[in-house]
């Protein structure tokens, strides 16, 4: 409970019969001017003032909030709740499972270490796509993670009865971020506090970049790593500065053939290239009571993607409908409202709170689009895709001359993935495919396959190979899966088919997905195009894709094509969805179907057809896409309040395999030795009580020079493990199968498999390794390892061991947006374990640079407008950093200075060259953290 009250703000609030204490906003001048984001910050600093963390001049600076300043007041922000999806969830049940070892070897008591916000785990990241296309694909698939994943299962099993205040949503429920918006969220979350009921907003950070998906709830929350998420379960205030905050006004509404997903794309582009990361961005306007709750949930969801902390929705009579949809209960539903109301949280379109920062789109405006090859914030017209595609490949598809293409045979008779005008019409002779007319560069490699059923086709660069209904953006919104089975449903009707070369998944993001597809018959509709329910979780968007149709696969491999993914999810990143996709494109739901049926990315939905109708004329996409009459229609006739009441009655009970797993029940976890997924975390190893004093850097080589938009996939162990890697190597040597590998998220609990993955993504590009390659782009988990004559090329892992062997520190150069998309412990986690002090950038994502910081990595910064290239340095020096010594006196430095000197692996004559960098340690909660040696440290230190 709060001890200190200056503004006398404590109230009571009575709803019905039942009296809730609150903590009153309109206490504080300046609160009526406030965003409904900071509003939600302001009443959480109201109540945990206690005059250390949290001050009288923190509620003041709030209150008093200049819009247009830059952010400078660091304020202690307590999430209601801490929610978490598997892979990052896992590690920090390990952590803290290990913690509680550490404090017994410290002299505290085990049992201190427990959740003291509530914190709760959706098992959605596990499920992979091995099988498809057929009606026992779920079932296959559950059984397969069960087998795959025991270990771990078992592990939750015992963390679930271990900690207080800890609740696992077993597998084969649904994506963590549908449960949260569908169930867990409450809105105003409402516990009783040294046998008080308080009521409070709810307000969340979760182990997922894509936790603000639940803003378009009203509820404050966002991403954070593992790291900070235990953190806060174990009590510590987020400390952040007061952000600023992007308006964006909705105006006009969706018009017709337009989807929310078009909308979400829109707004992404828009706010990308407005420029929100660090921000909070708030919708506002009369627009937005014409957005339904799936809309602003999926437009929340895409926060990431634009890059801002958050994406906030007010709370209104949208709201109150979704919660009365969705099952909850009466007094539930009527404490929102109350509380809504009695705090100014509820939406006034005539009242415009002050922003930082202003943007507005007409949604009237919207056209439908798509974004790729590679990044989500890369749209691009639906009417524009082909031509768009058309120069894109140009940078994908392998170079060849005529020579090199194919023998096609001549008067063959099969389809084609890339034909000259109709993707998927027969072809007569022998050609030679050109995507366009760039010449032998832009030479496609067509290659002629044969299926196990005897038929044969052509595939070409730009097949979709893999197509998509995914990702808890989209497959909680009804609008658009509904429209992707109506869809499905008008093409049978037509006669079409899938092309035979695209592999099909649906992955609906909960039970009630299925139920209202079921009902509404559609499922049948979806099943006729290929598309069986393969798994509720998140499959495709994380890489668990499963292998491709096996010749296909073999084709790709063989020929070196460059072939494409259409998915309904929110990250497409290279490398990221199959190892045998080399371009990504997200899509609506319908879409991805309408893809499958077309077959190509060199395809115009406007002027080419997807095939003929029984009578032989052309069908075209604008003759099978439903109209949103039928949409909403379909909706209102088979969506229900019953059915979330049904399908979440039992959310936490599991299936007799979750039932069944045996479970520990030691208060401290029996590690196995033998275990090659759940192993005792080594941050700890050798921690004593005494800070151990910040010392500079010296003597450090660089492990890896990388460019812009290194991304967390790039750098955190993700997808497939591949063999002959050093992960696959520890396996072998561990006696695992091949086929037993698993993906690296769901070892995420394993640090030997983490960190021989760590920066091992088979796109990452090191510019260090050009000098030993003639100059030419490696790609791959490399480096040149300088502990050996000459600097070989070496696997990072490789190299990073025999620095630490040596007692050398690691520094990375990096450039712009280094660190974005997801928000990945392990980037940091595995950073810091292969020695790496510090990382040297030109930008950094928020969610990355305070994982490092919580890691014990300090990240630096060029000085403005300069980069590791422009200053002449190329990976060969040897560096040192000075200044860092200053956080032993409690000070921050603004900046350190940094020496690159050249090393015997230097080109002849090259010079040293001295820098300052800025210093991103932001806050001093932060530079506690960094003296501590990182977030874990700090906290058990507080603890025992």
């Known amino acids: 409970m709060s001890a200190v009250n200056s503004f006398g703000s404590k109230s009571t609030l009575t709803v019905g019969s039942t009296d809730y204490e609150i903590f009153r906003i309109d206490a504080v001048p300046g609160y009526d001017s406030l965003p409904f984001s900071l509003k939600v910050l302001l009443e959480n600093l109201l109540r945990t003032e206690d005059g250390a963390n949290v001050t009288k001049a923190q509620i003041e600076a709030l209150g008093s909030w200049d819009a247009a300043a830059e952010p400078d007041t660091e304020i202690q922000f307590t999430p209601a709740r801490v929610v978490m999806q598997d892979f990052t969830g896992v590690p920090c049940i390990v952590d803290l499972a290990t913690m509680r070892e550490a404090v017994t070897a410290l002299g505290g008591d085990p049992n201190r270490i427990n959740p003291l916000s509530p914190a709760e785990m959706v098992i959605d990241h596990s499920v992979i796509a091995d099988l498809f296309g057929t009606e026992n694909a779920l079932e296959r698939n559950v059984e397969i993670e069960y087998e795959r994943n025991g270990e771990r299962y078992q592990f939750l099993r015992w963390g679930q009865t271990a900690f207080n205040d800890f609740k696992v949503v077993p597998p084969g429920t649904g994506i963590v971020h549908q449960v949260n918006i569908e169930h867990l969220a409450k809105v105003i979350y409402d516990r009783t506090v040294d046998g008080v009921l308080r009521a409070y907003p709810d307000t969340c950070v979760g182990t997922d970049s894509h936790t603000t998906m639940v803003n378009g709830l009203g509820v404050l929350g966002w991403g954070v790593g593992g790291i900070e998420a235990e953190a806060a379960m174990l009590g510590q205030p987020v400390s952040m500065l007061i952000p600023r905050v992007v308006g964006f006004k909705l105006t006009g509404e969706i018009p017709a053939g337009v989807t929310a997903t078009d909308v979400v794309l829109t707004i992404t582009d828009m706010l990308r290239k407005h420029g929100v990361v660090g921000k909070f961005v708030e919708f506002y306007g009369a627009g937005v009571a014409s957005v339904p709750l799936a809309n602003r949930a999926t437009i929340g969801n895409m926060s990431p993607e634009f890059g801002s902390t958050a994406a906030m929705f007010p709370i209104d009579e949208v709201t109150i409908d979704y919660l009365r949809l969705t099952g909850r209960s009466d007094e539930a539903i009527e404490l929102v409202e109350a509380y809504a109301k009695a705090q100014s949280l509820w939406h006034d379109p005539a009242n415009e709170p002050k922003f930082s920062e202003y943007l507005e789109l007409d949604l009237g405006t919207v056209v439908p689009s798509i974004a790729g090859p590679k990044r989500p914030q890369d749209r691009i017209l639906l009417s524009e895709a082909k031509a768009q595609f058309e120069k894109d490949i140009l940078g994908y598809a392998t ?41 032998p560069a832009a030479a496609s490699k067509p290659v002629k396959v044969h299926t196990p059923d005897g038929t044969s086709y052509i595939l070409d660069n730009g097949a979709v190979t893999l197509a998509a209904i995914t990702s808890c953006t989209n497959t909680s919104n009804p609008s658009v899966m509904l429209a992707a089975g109506l869809l499905a449903r008008n093409a049978l009707d037509k006669g079409l088919k899938t092309k035979p070369w695209v592999k ?419 806050t001093p909660g932060e530079a506690d953290y960094y003296r501590n040696g990182g977030i874990l440290q700090y906290v058990l230190r507080s603890l025992v």
């Open 399 to 439: 170079p060849s001359t005529s020579e090199d293409i194919v023998d096609l045979e001549s008067k063959h008779s099969f389809p084609a993935s890339d034909p000259g005008s109709v993707p998927g019409e027969e072809q007569e002779e022998t050609r030679e495919v050109h995507i366009s007319s760039g010449g």
């Open 504 to 922: 099909t998944t649906l992955g609906p993001g909960s039970k009630v997905v299925t139920d209202y597809y079921e009902k509404s018959g559609l499922d049948k509709a979806l099943e006729g195009l290929g598309f069986y329910t393969v798994g509720y979780g998140c499959t495709i968007c994380i890489g668990n894709s499963g292998p491709l149709i096996e010749e296909v696969s073999a084709a790709i491999n063989e020929n070196d094509l460059a072939v494409t993914a259409v998915l309904s999810g929110n990250r497409n990143f290279e490398g990221r969805i199959s190892p045998d996709v080399k371009m990504n494109y997200l899509a609506s739901p319908p879409l991805v179907v309408a893809y499958a049926l077309a077959g190509s990315m060199h395809f115009d939905f406007e002027n080419d057809a997807l095939g003929t109708d029984p009578t032989g004329s052309p069908v075209y996409l604008r003759d099978i896409w439903p109209s949103p009459d039928e949409v909403q229609a379909t909706i209102d006739q088979n969506i229900s309040r019953e059915q979330f009441i049904k399908q979440y009655a039992t959310v936490f009970d599991g299936d007799d395999r979750w039932k069944n797993l045996p479970t520990p029940d030691d208060a401290t976890f029996q590690w196995d030795e033998n275990s090659t997924y759940v192993r005792k975390a080594p941050y700890f190893d050798g921690m004593s009580m005494e800070l151990t004093p910040v010392s500079d850097i010296s003597g450090a080589r660089v492990l890896a020079t990388l460019g812009d938009s290194v991304t967390t996939d790039h750098i955190s162990p993700a997808g497939n493990i591949k063999a002959g890697t050093p992960a696959a190597d520890y396996l072998t040597a561990h006696g695992v199968d091949r086929k037993d590998f698993n993906s690296y998220g769901s070892r995420r609990g394993n640090h030997e498999v983490m960190i021989r993955g760590t920066f091992a993504n088979i796109r990452l590009k090191n510019m260090l390794v050009s000098a030993v390659n003639d100059g030419a782009v490696v790609e791959g988990g490399y480096t040149r390892d300088f502990t050996q004559p000459g600097g070989p090329q070496s696997f990072i892992y490789d190299a990073s061991m025999n620095y630490q062997a040596q007692g050398t520190p690691l520094v990375i150069f990096g450039g712009k947006e280094y660190g974005s998309g997801s928000s990945r412990d392990w980037a940091a986690k595995g950073t810091s374990l292969l020695g790496v002090k510090a990382v040297i950038t030109e930008s950094f994502e928020r969610i990355h640079r305070s994982n490092l910081i919580g890691m014990g990595v300090v990240p630096l910064q060029f000085p403005a407008g300069q980069s590791w290239e422009s200053l002449g340095l190329d990976g060969t020096e040897i560096v040192s950093i000075e200044g860092l010594e200053l956080l032993n006196e409690g000070v921050t430095p603004k900046t350190v200075r940094v020496t690159a000197a050249p090393s015997e692996f230097s080109a002849p004559g090259k010079q040293a060259v001295e820098f300052d960098a800025v210093v991103r340690i932001d």
